[in-house]
Nanobody
Framework: QVQLVESGGGLVQAGGSLRRSCAASGRTLSRYVMAWFRRAPGKEREFVAGITPSEGNTFYGDDVEGRFTISRDGAKTTVYLQMDSLKPEDTAVYYC??????????????WGQGTQVTVSS
């Protein structure tokens, strides 16, 4: 069982930046594909960004490509989501996820608790 603990997030003005962190409680994330999803009010949960375990290849949703960056630390214990040039439509609850397949669908085995990110105009 993997427990994902998220931190970061909060309130920011449009055009600003935030960084989210996700760490596994008591174990490394080195074997997992890591991803971020989000769910805006009244919408389905959607893919934001992902990173593969071995090569560190990254992949992004169309809405955030060029503005958000997913990365991880050298020890592969923490995954980050750097969010720049934030827009009000980025307002959502953001979730960290871990799984075995690099995919943009909700096919991940473990999920963080989710944290609200609010972008004011």
């Amino acid at each position: 069982q993997v427990q994902l603990v998220e931190s970061g997030g909060g309130l920011v003005q449009a055009g600003g930046s935030l960084r989210r962190s996700c760490a596994a409680s008591g174990r490394t994330l080195s074997r997992y594909v890591m991803a971020w999803f989000r769910r805006a009010p009244g919408k389905e949960r959607e893919f934001v960004a992902g990173i593969t375990p071995s090569e560190g290849n990254t992949f992004y949703g169309d809405d955030v490509e060029g503005r958000f960056t997913i990365s991880r630390d050298g020890a592969k214990t923490t995954v980050y989501l750097q969010m720049d040039s934030l827009k009000p439509e980025d307002t959502a609850v953001y979730y960290c996820a871990a799984g075995n397949i690099a995919t943009m669908i909700l096919d991940y085995d473990y999920w963080g608790q989710g944290t609200q990110v609010t972008v004011s105009s």
